[in-house]
């Protein structure tokens, strides 16, 4: 028979420990929120029915925002004071068109694998409950008061247990619900109090739960690890001087005598960083993605031609590491409208400011920029892909 299996991932913790500010499940680790990241796990595994998100209720914007467009069945609810409490939250949620199975997953794990969702799963089926877990290879010590420490207890009797927690899901709706204390940390805590036992099965080293700031840091790290193709491409771009008072140039428009002739905007510089992050992923240039003979393109605002290519690139796991750009022409100045130009071309791309450079020159009165015919843009975009052999 197959067993329906549903997952709980509980989101609705303040993250006071990791500081910050921002509940910690929303930051950004390699350019994705910790949610997307963790969420993503499930939501494209055929094996999991629905999953049911566990949210603080000051979250449901962010949270919405965080998984725009994954695949799959994902519903919120809201969470309680405690874990146990969000977890029982999202239980009861899903009682109604109650699973076979059951993982309950902190959204604060976002490096679990699919291969751990499989041992969950059958250890689930198998055993009625069931954790990943993993030995101790430090030695552990008591705290003995005033900075001293003595014998602890004999770590191979120890385990450290992580998240996804696999259960039958009668079996931990009943036990949530039976439960009149509210201390318990983990839901293997809260089956063994309703007096079942609860199996072990491998966990992974790399399933760290992020609690600290430090443990951001190291997330960073590890995604920077795993995003080990890294790409640079450019891109060049010219449109003619034609009617007009004012140039769009970086999504900005700036005021001038003249405008730029074009199908679109004829923002030189979207186009020339457009085509630099489609040179990255090897798919075709600006004008294969949005034909000028397209009426549809017409006027277009030049914005959507950089968030349809970054857009591929996020498709692909991928990230952008920097966006530079120069700009050839004897006026506009591009100096005053450097800072606007950066802050709008890093909204596009949904990166910080940081990460976008805007240059300027002059062409020294040569050539057809240097007759104030037009304006020429020249874009290099950097970026980070998960390595793959194709
Ligand atoms: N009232 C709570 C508390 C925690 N959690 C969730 O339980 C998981 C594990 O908890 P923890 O790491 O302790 O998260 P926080 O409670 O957010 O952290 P802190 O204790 O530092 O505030 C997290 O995904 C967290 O969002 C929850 O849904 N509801
Ligand atoms: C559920 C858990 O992640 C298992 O290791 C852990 O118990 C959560 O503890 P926290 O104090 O709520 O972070």
């Known amino acids: 028979m197959c067993m329906t299996t549903d997952v709980v ?16 499940q929303l930051r950004a680790v390699g350019g994705k929120p910790l949610l997307r990241r963790t969420v993503e796990c499930f939501s494209a595994d055929p094996r999991i029915r629905r999953i049911r998100v566990v949210i603080h209720q000051n979250d449901e914007a962010a949270c919405t925002e965080a998984l725009a467009g994954l695949p799959g069945e994902i519903a919120f609810c809201t969470g309680g004071e405690t874990r146990q409490a969000s977890v029982k ?19 604060a794990r976002p490096f679990l694998t699919a291969e751990l969702v499989g041992r969950a799963i059958e250890a689930a089926a198998s055993h009625g409950a069931a954790v990943p877990a993993l030995t101790l290879t430090d030695t552990v010590k008591a705290h003995a008061g005033n900075g001293t420490l003595s014998a602890g207890p004999d770590r191979e009797g120890l385990r450290r247990v992580q998240t996804p927690q696999a259960f039958r899901f009668p079996l931990i709706l009943a036990a949530h619900r039976a439960l009149h204390r509210s201390d318990l940390t983990d839901d293997a805590a809260v089956a063994e109090a309703a007096g079942h036992p609860v199996f072990a099965f491998s966990g992974e080293a790399a399933n760290v739960k992020i609690t600290t700031a430090e443990d951001f840091v190291d997330a960073e790290r590890q995604i920077a690890l795993t995003l080990a193709d890294v790409r640079s491409a450019t891109g060049y771009d010219v449109h ?18 003249a405008g730029l002739a074009g199908h679109s905007d004829a923002d030189v510089v979207l186009h020339a960083l457009t085509d630099a992050v489609l040179g990255t992923l090897g798919d075709g240039d600006i004008g294969s993605h949005f034909p000028p003979s397209d009426p549809q393109w017409k006027g277009a605002s030049s914005d959507r031609f950089l968030a349809h290519a970054i857009a591929l690139l996020r498709a692909r796991g991928g990230i952008v590491a920097h966006l530079d750009s120069t700009v050839v022409c004897e006026a506009p100045k591009i100096g005053p409208h450097r800072e606007a130009m950066r802050a709008r071309i890093a909204e596009i791309a949904g990166i910080p400011p940081s ?7 002059t062409s020294e009165r040569l050539g057809f920029t240097g007759r104030r015919e037009g304006i020429a843009a020249l874009a290099t975009a950097t970026v980070r892909l998960p390595w793959c052999d194709e």
């Open 9 to 24: 991932v509980v989101a609705a913790g303040r993250g006071l420990r990791a500081g910050a500010g921002v509940p910690k």
């Open 89 to 107: 939250a999202g239980l009861e949620a899903i009682a109604g068109d109650a699973p076979d199975l059951v993982l309950i997953h902190d959204a």
């Open 240 to 257: 003619a001087f034609g009617a007009g008072d004012h140039v769009m140039l970086g999504g900005i428009a700036i005021p001038h005598i």
């Open 355 to 361: 990460r976008v450079s805007v240059k300027a020159t």
